[in-house]
């Protein structure tokens, strides 16, 4: 375990500046909509404000105003935050973000988490709090082996616990986080008292009798996961099968690494026009800036490679997947186009103890609605202990 601190030479930051200014555009002009991708005019402006409006060096003390790490496991570099909880009945709670995420993702949650009783909150519901940056995303890249998949990142998870001194734990998170979230609980439900998920990917299984008993509500779920599927999901369909080439645009390109990680802020999020509309427009920014100055564009992508047949059969419908044991819940935010059906998680998760519906927020609810996913943290954490 090495102390870690966030520093990024100036000689980085002056780099940046430069390439941003000697971008060398698309000729013509898309229109204002967002339907052929993110257009010219919204992202000419927003990258300006990255050039010179938008302030690292804030961003970097609030990161380091937490204590981080570096640890080896299993040939990878892990970075994480260990966030200890000045209540001494905190429970442990592991916190994964997703792609296009970082811990940028919990920033704002990790007060409130940490120390309820300094945020208006009861000391009852107080965590340690472990938030690590998946294996070649952030600073835990670029150097990375193949074959780390969702399965290996989950034992690496249960390493990581070990040494922290954390024998029991709650886990969580959206994206691959929950996906992560689930693995650890099937791989360790020894040491997993309870697993909460942000996102849940549901199916039907072809049972025309399934689909007859569902709500218009549930109905139009199916339909949103449908249009991510046949609209939305290039990206997926990319990094699974080509994410090297992708990559060396994204590696190149700050204005590149940008527009690909903006859209994805667009469109998963509880926003009308602009990414802003969800997020903070220069909370957005540290996160871009993360994947640009750790240029993690092609190890964070690979991700989607080494799990390829675990994502095919997560949207195959009918397939079948170990079972989880452990109490599970489920925040399901309307925004998210992989909002989950009630109906159909329960039916292939039985072991779900807690279900939360929030109409506003989407697939970043640790940003867009800190204050809901920490209530619902803690609604859960308190049902696991009989607490209501």
Same mark, same amino acid.
């Given at each position: ?7 990024? +030479? ?45 302030? #690292?060096? *804030? ?30 009945? /905190? ?15 919990? @920033? ?26 998946? +294996? ?9 082996? +193949? ?52 996102? @849940? ?6 049972? +025309? *009798?399934? @689909? ?31 994410? #090297?080439?992708?990559?060396? !645009? ?44 750790? =240029? ?11 799990? /390829? ?21 489920? *925040? *399901?935010? !309307? /925004? ?25 927020? =989407? ?26």
């Amino acid at each position: 375990m090495r102390p870690f601190r966030i520093e990024i +030479p100036d000689s980085r930051l002056d780099d940046l500046h430069r390439r941003i200014a000697a971008t060398r555009w698309p000729a013509g002009d898309a229109g204002p909509g967002w339907e052929r991708g993110v257009p010219p005019s919204y992202l000419r402006e927003l990258a300006g404000h990255w050039q010179s409006g938008y302030d #690292w060096r *804030a961003a970097e003390r609030e990161l380091n105003a937490h204590p981080q790490y570096r640890t080896e496991i299993d040939g990878a570099t892990v970075h994480f935050l260990h966030v200890r909880s000045p209540e001494p009945g /905190a429970r442990p709670l592991l916190l994964t973000h997703g792609w296009p995420g970082s811990v940028v993702e919990f @920033l704002d949650v990790i007060g409130p988490l940490t120390d309820p009783r300094a945020h208006g909150g009861h000391p009852r519901d107080a965590f340690h709090l472990v938030l690590p940056s998946l +294996p070649g995303h952030g600073f835990s890249g670029p150097e990375l082996e +193949p074959g780390w998949d969702v399965g290996r990142i989950a034992r690496a998870w249960v390493t990581l616990m070990d040494r922290l001194g954390h024998d029991s734990f709650l886990t969580a998170g959206g994206d691959w986080g929950s996906l992560v979230s689930l693995e650890l609980a099937r791989r360790a439900p020894d040491r997993v008292v309870g697993a909460h998920l942000a996102m @849940l990917p549901t199916l039907p299984s072809g049972d +025309p *009798a399934e @689909l007859a008993a569902l709500s218009d509500a549930d109905l139009g779920r199916l339909a949103k996961l449908t249009r991510y599927d046949e609209e939305l999901s290039a990206y997926l369909r990319l990094q699974s099968t080509r994410p #090297w080439t992708v990559s060396y !645009g994204l590696t190149d390109s700050p204005v590149g690494q940008l527009a690909w990680i903006v859209e994805k802020f667009r469109e998963w999020t509880d926003s009308a026009e602009v990414p802003e509309d969800a997020v903070d427009r220069d909370r957005l920014l540290t996160n871009v800036s993360v994947y640009w100055f750790t =240029g993690t564009a092609a190890s964070s992508a690979s991700l989607y490679y080494e799990s /390829a047949a675990h994502l095919r059969a997560l949207f195959t419908p009918g397939a079948q997947h170990p079972p989880v044991t452990v109490p599970v819940g489920v *925040a *399901a935010f !309307g /925004a998210d186009p992989v909002t989950p059906v009630r109906a159909l998680a329960e039916r292939d998760l039985p072991s779900i103890s807690h279900w939360s519906e929030f109409e506003r927020g =989407g697939h970043f609810p640790a940003m867009e609605q800190p204050e809901a996913y920490v209530g619902d943290l803690r609604v859960f954490a308190r049902s696991l202990r009989g607490q209501g």
